[in-house]
């Protein structure tokens, strides 16, 4: 165990130089260095950044009091869940703000924060208690108050890496919808196990039990949920989603006598939170409706490359089958999004 902190220390500035080479690739710290000199620049760098972070979380999770965790991990854990409710639901049809113009890679980073976050209230609410020196009796904690406090931080921890799983799920599931980087994307990830692990080697007391599962089950939950996100067929997801929806859409159409005007309707009492189309990030449904009947779908595309859009007829009713091109607006509001990769000469 001695030489867990110098393993982990090594294998996180590696990761870290790794990462920063691959994503900064034309990146010269000395144009006058050869490429390994800038190489070995890198190297120190990451190292001197992290042991900086090692430093501070260490003096962090020692000091802060447990009040300041619960706090911490509340808010993770919020912005966790509302990470995930960005990924699979139309949060625009709800509030004031374009929620969909949050750029994928802000759950990707929400999560990986979130493992650091959990690491460290798991390490908070397992920390055996210092035994205080008897002239200190009067003033400690109650017994049953600072057991509550440890159940609240180990919930919380576990509560956060749940989350952030099901976050990553989402997240993995996306990415397949444009060009894959599939388990690439484990790198940050994977360096936020590493630094908390490195933290956890240098903290006293010692947790060894709690570091060696923490270093090896979540990398590994990380896998298996990278490997199912993989896995997703994205246009059968968005398939789901549509029968959700008109599923809605017919129990509110049997409690009214007519279809709603628009699918935010829907919501709460048919549908509690309105799902995404599966194939743009960011785009919503084509959707019409009235008392006579409706008609849903979505904008696709032939591949990931290719920019040109067209829309897609889920399902339609009544005397809204026939209608004119359903998707144009939405075609158009995607295309406005990104001109430059869409075009603007529609559909």
């Given at each position: 165990?001695?030489?867990?902190?110098?393993?982990?220390?090594?294998?996180?500035?590696?990761?870290?130089?790794?990462?920063?080479?691959?994503?900064f690739?034309?990146w010269?710290?000395m144009?006058?260095?050869?490429?390994?000199?800038?190489?070995?620049?890198?190297?120190?760098?990451?190292?001197?950044?992290?042991?900086?972070?090692?430093?501070?979380?260490?003096?962090?999770?020692q000091?802060?009091?447990?009040?300041?965790?619960?706090?911490?991990?509340?808010?993770?854990?919020?912005?966790?869940?509302?990470?995930?409710?960005?990924?699979?639901?139309?949060?625009?049809?709800?509030?004031?703000?374009?929620?969909?113009?949050?750029?994928?890679?802000?759950?990707?980073?929400?999560?990986?924060?979130?493992l650091?976050?959990?690491?460290?209230?798991?390490?908070?609410?397992?920390?055996?208690?210092?035994?205080?020196?008897?002239?200190?009796?009067?003033?400690?904690e109650?017994v049953?108050?600072?057991?509550?406090?440890?159940?609240g931080?180990?919930?919380?921890?576990?509560?956060?890496?749940?989350?952030?799983?099901?976050?990553?799920?989402?997240?993995?599931?996306?990415?397949?919808?444009?060009?894959?980087?599939?388990?690439?994307?484990?790198?940050?990830?994977?360096?936020?196990?590493?630094?908390?692990?490195?933290?956890?080697?240098?903290?006293?007391?010692?947790q060894g039990?709690?570091?060696?599962?923490?270093?090896?089950?979540?990398?590994?939950v990380?896998?298996?949920?990278?490997?199912?996100?993989?896995?997703?067929?994205?246009?059968?997801?968005?398939?789901?989603?549509?029968?959700?929806?008109?599923?809605?859409?017919?129990?509110?159409?049997?409690?009214?006598?007519?279809?709603?005007?628009?699918?935010?309707?829907?919501?709460?009492?048919?549908?509690?939170?309105?799902?995404?189309?599966?194939?743009i990030?960011?785009?919503?449904?084509?959707?019409?409706?009235?008392?006579?009947?409706?008609?849903?779908?979505?904008?696709?595309?032939?591949?990931?490359?290719?920019?040109?859009?067209?829309?897609?007829?889920?399902?339609?009713?009544?005397?809204?089958?026939?209608?004119?091109?359903?998707c144009?607006?939405?075609?158009?509001r995607?295309?406005?999004r990104?001109?430059?990769?869409?075009?603007?000469?529609?559909?």
């Amino acid at each position: 165990m001695k030489m867990l902190p110098v393993v982990l220390f090594i294998l996180l500035v590696l990761a870290v130089t790794l990462v920063f080479n691959s994503t900064f690739s034309d990146w010269v710290w000395m144009p006058d260095l050869p490429a390994w000199g800038n190489i070995v620049v890198t190297i120190l760098v990451a190292a001197l950044v992290c042991w900086f972070l090692v430093r501070i979380l260490s003096n962090a999770v020692q000091n802060s009091r447990t009040a300041a965790w619960l706090g911490l991990g509340l808010l993770f854990l919020a912005a966790q869940v509302f990470a995930c409710l960005l990924l699979v639901t139309r949060l625009d049809a709800y509030f004031p703000f374009a929620f969909s113009e949050i750029p994928l890679l802000a759950p990707y980073f929400v999560t990986s924060g979130s493992l650091v976050v959990a690491a460290f209230l798991l390490y908070r609410g397992t920390k055996p208690d210092r035994q205080k020196p008897l002239s200190e009796v009067a003033v400690q904690e109650p017994v049953a108050q600072a057991d509550f406090a440890k159940v609240g931080l180990v919930t919380l921890g576990i509560l956060l890496l749940a989350a952030a799983f099901v976050t990553w799920y989402w997240f993995i599931a996306w990415d397949t919808t444009d060009d894959a980087l599939e388990y690439i994307w484990l790198a940050i990830p994977l360096i936020a196990v590493l630094l908390s692990g490195m933290v956890f080697s240098l903290l006293k007391p010692r947790q060894g039990l709690l570091t060696a599962l923490y270093l090896l089950l979540v990398p590994a939950v990380l896998v298996m949920v990278t490997w199912m996100g993989v896995a997703v067929d994205f246009r059968a997801q968005t398939d789901a989603h549509a029968a959700r929806v008109t599923r809605a859409l017919d129990a509110y159409q049997a409690r009214t006598g007519a279809y709603p005007q628009e699918l935010v309707s829907l919501s709460p009492r048919d549908l509690f939170l309105l799902p995404v189309p599966f194939i743009i990030y960011g785009q919503d449904w084509c959707y019409e409706g009235g008392e006579d009947g409706y008609r849903l779908g979505y904008v696709d595309r032939s591949h990931w490359s290719d920019p040109n859009l067209f829309g897609h007829l889920y399902q339609a009713s009544g005397s809204h089958a026939g209608a004119s091109d359903l998707c144009a607006d939405e075609i158009r509001r995607i295309q406005e999004r990104d001109p430059g990769y869409y075009g603007l000469n529609g559909n």
